[in-house]
Nanobody, 119 residues
Framework: QVQLVESGGGLVQPGGSLRLSCVASGFTFSMFAMSWHRQAPGKERELVAA????????NYADSVKGRFTISRDSAKNTVYLQMNSLKPEDAAVYYC????????????WGRGTQVTVSS
């Protein structure tokens, strides 16, 4: 059974940090590019950060460059999103996504974790 389980969300003050985790199971983690997306109320889901299957390449939304870092640990089948200098506009539900190296049609989503940035 394929699962992507996010954790680490919560309430943080502006300027604070959070580290999101996404544990993958039920598929070959090393064959999948991993990414984080977010969706705020009334807005479309957007890509935040992505990393290739071998971890060799990353890309980030302009709005988070220099503040967020994506990483993956193949031994733990886990992808992380370190979020620093959080802003109120970063508040959203954050989703983990996996896409197969050779087939974009083979993709999985987690259920999301809520991030709230407020004083």
């Amino acid at each position: 059974q394929v699962q992507l389980v996010e954790s680490g969300g919560g309430l943080v003050q502006p300027g604070g940090s959070l580290r999101l985790s996404c544990v993958a199971s039920g598929f070959t983690f090393s064959m999948f590019a991993m990414s984080w997306h977010r969706q705020a109320p009334g807005k479309e889901r957007e890509l935040v950060a992505a990393m290739t299957d071998n971890g060799g390449s990353t890309n980030y939304a302009d709005s988070v460059k220099g503040r967020f870092t994506i990483s993956r640990d193949s031994a733990k089948n886990t992808v992380y999103l370190q979020m620093n200098s959080l802003k109120p506009e970063d508040a959203a539900v954050y989703y983990c996504n996996a896409v197969h190296r050779f087939s974009a049609g083979l993709a999985y989503w987690g259920r999301g974790t809520q991030v709230t940035v407020s004083s």
